[in-house]
């Protein structure tokens, strides 16, 4: 079975712009989360999607935006880009139950300058 | 909100010494899972535990869940290189459904020759 596949690895974006980055979750797995990921302040949770809807929303601005789709694929979006959005932002995927463990992609690096 | 933390946050090690990490919740968990991340890597699943005072083992590794499900330990006997990266707890939302895990703030193990 492919893992969860993250897109792109790697952006440089300028503060101001917006940014999209995509998630394939596992075949089967129908509950999509994101997290992001700094030294400072560990790993934040963002939002889960599950059947295209969001079920759980983290502490972050409304700059932070996310969608799924019909087939569990999962982009997020973030606008507005300010520099202390550099972060590593990781998608993870699991099975529909609060006891499933999370799967996670290799994530994608964002640097905002 | 929920918090989960973890001590310490670095241990070096010599190799063959013992290593043990221990995270503590703000609030009663359902259950608690831990998980791995190597340097430059992602986040993957160790293991799941849901019963109160509950101890499983994975070779080296020894998880244990406290009684009063508040509190949870990783102990690893004898670490090899290997055993190298950043250990996270998480703890799943309190009340309400989907899949939102807190995570720990992570201890970082490094391991000398």
């Known amino acids: 079975k492919a893992g969860v596949t993250q897109t792109p690895r790697y952006l440089i974006k300028t503060r101001g712009q917006q940014v999209t980055l995509s998630c394939s979750p596992i075949s089967g797995h129908r509950s999509v989360s994101w997290y992001q990921q700094t030294p400072g302040q560990g790993l934040q949770f963002l939002f889960e999607?599950?059947?295209?809807?969001?079920?759980n929303k983290g502490n972050f601005p409304g700059r932070f935006s996310g969608r799924q789709f019909s087939n569990s694929r999962s982009e997020m979006n973030v606008s507005t880009l300010e520099l202390g959005d550099s972060a590593l932002y990781l998608c993870?995927?699991?099975?529909?139950?609060?006891?499933?463990?999370?799967?996670f992609g290799n994530g994608t690096r964002l640097t905002v300058t | 909100g929920q918090q989960v933390m973890q001590i310490p946050q670095y241990q070096h090690v010599q190799e063959g010494e013992d290593f043990t990490t221990y995270c503590n919740s703000s609030?009663?968990?359902?259950?608690i899972q831990w998980y791995k991340q190597r340097p430059g890597g992602h986040p993957v699943f160790l293991i799941q535990l849901v019963k109160s005072g509950e101890v499983k083992k994975q070779k080296r590794l020894t998880f244990q869940f406290g009684e009063a499900k508040k509190n949870s330990s990783l102990h690893i006997t004898a670490t090899q290189t290997t055993d190298v990266g950043t250990y996270f707890c998480a703890g799943p939302k309190v009340t309400g459904g989907g899949n939102k895990l807190t995570f720990g703030t992570g201890t970082q193990l490094k391991v000398e020759l």
């Open positions: 609030t009663t968990l359902s259950n």
């Open positions: 993870a995927s699991s099975l529909d139950s609060q006891n499933s463990p999370l799967h």
């Open positions: 999607y599950f059947s295209e809807t969001q079920r």
